[in-house]
């Protein structure tokens, strides 16, 4: 008896300490590993195709959580901004398309970034690999001087894969130092210095150095697969044949889709690398894997959509609607399916907050209490309904014959959406098809003409036609109306929120060169310059 009295203390005080411990555990901040993709359509992944070999992201989104309404804008910088800011677009000044080389364009301090909010207020260790595409004109609107502790990329929105040239010119940084990657087989096309690959080591370095008392926030903002269509022969070698489809004005044309697939195939390798990294280093037992595309795919470059109408650069579905996972060992508590919740590019900001343990500041915080997106944490770690019934698409009027207005949103189980304007000029459901012969690539693309003017208005019930095939604005059915009314009402209520854009006009001298490379500047740089 003297025994069992003993012992049974020591069980207690034991059972005590491992629950304590757990707890704990539960409690600490979860590492964020957030990974862009770049002009991937909704047909360039395998779990939507398995025509194209991506095993590592079917496994990460099979045993997470595939995101089925997924929205974004038609083009990078806007995506991007809401991506850093939590904010729409016209809110920031990116409604307006692209931030060009020469264009003054940034993120302006008063908006806090995702990374700042991180480290500042959280305690993260934040870093950046990849595509910025953010605006350059100063040292001070780059990412290690908005909140990330390094940075290794590229500033712009594309360059070759091999050279990290775009225009005769190089744009590569770590942190603020012009470098250029080793690539010592080009021009042979092959792994060496290939940007996909020299990503993901820059990332395993990151991951082998962290200390792991501090959460990580990192960022691998990968180029791929927009353009140039450039990849390692070996895995293009996967690949054989030839890929034609119809274009808008009814003409058979070939894309290199065996080229892009191989690109996607790098990405998919790379992720591969960079979660087995993450495993031996014991840092996915509390952390989220999150993956999207920045917009839709581009079919003269390979990039597919379909069922979605439309590709990059128009408000069609295949231009905003895109690819997208979370994964996670511990958070997830409901797996393995696909949700089919409203889920915007703003959202991912108030979501790495509230799992970085701020979601009470969501509400008080000054810096937040402004932003569009919402917290997500309940759709995407349970298995729970958006927190957003509404995303606005854009609103953007600086210029007429490129105007567009759009919302989305949704009444009970149906989702509408409504665009005024300039919704695109790719306006079909484009389709790939593999030949069984390969023949040359034909580049001879048509010129469109616009076909779309400011007062073209266009009504989708999205939920049940996700093609668009039925545009039913005008239709008199009175609930319909009802729907059209309560859209366009949106519309206008959101007209007075935006801010002139940030890229209106190209430098006439921005004198942003440094020798050979595309450069900021200390103080204001050249971001006051004259168009």
Known sequence: MQTVVRKGPLWIVLLLLAACKTHGQSNQKPNIFFIAVDDMGNNDIGNNNPEVETPNLNNLGNNGVILESNYVYPVCSPSRSAFMTGRYAHKTGFQHGIVEHNQPAYIDSSYKTVAEKLTQSYGYAAHMVGKWHLGYCKDSVTPTYRGFDSFYGFYGGQENYYTYKVARYN??????????????????????????????????EIVKNHDKAQ????????????????APQELIDKYPGSWTYTDTDGSQKTTDRGTFYAMVTAVDMAVGTL?????????????????????????????FN????????????GGVRVPGFVYSKSLLTKTSYRHRGLLH???WLPTFVSLAGGSADLTSDNDLTSIDGVDQTQMLLNGGDSARSKIVLNIDDFERSSTIYGVIKQYGPEVWKYVQGN????????????TS???ALKRSFKSERPKRAVNDKYLYLISADSSETYNLYGDTTPEIQDIQNDLEDEVEAEKPKAVPPMNPYNCGTPNNLLNGFWSAGPGEGWCNCIA
Do not use: C, M, W
């Open 171 to 204: 744009d590569f940084r770590d942190n603020l130092t012009a470098v250029t990657p080793k690539n010592p087989n080009y021009p042979r096309e092959d792994v060496d210095g290939y940007s996909t690959f020299e990503y993901v080591k820059r990332a395993v």
């Open 437 to 439: 012969k390969k023949r």
């Open 215 to 230: 959460p990580l926030f990192l960022y691998l903002a990968f180029q791929a697969p927009h353009s140039p269509l450039q």
């Open 423 to 434: 919704i695109g000029r790719r306006g079909i459901v484009y389709s790939v098809t593999k």
């Open 345 to 347: 590019a703003s959202d």
């Open 306 to 317: 379909n069922p979605y109408r439309g590709a990059k650069g128009t408000f069609y579905e």
């Open 275 to 303: 979660h087995q990294e993450l495993e031996n280093q014991g840092l996915l037992d509390n952390a989220i894997i999150v993956f999207t595309s920045d917009n839709g795919g581009q079919p003269k470059e390979g990039g």
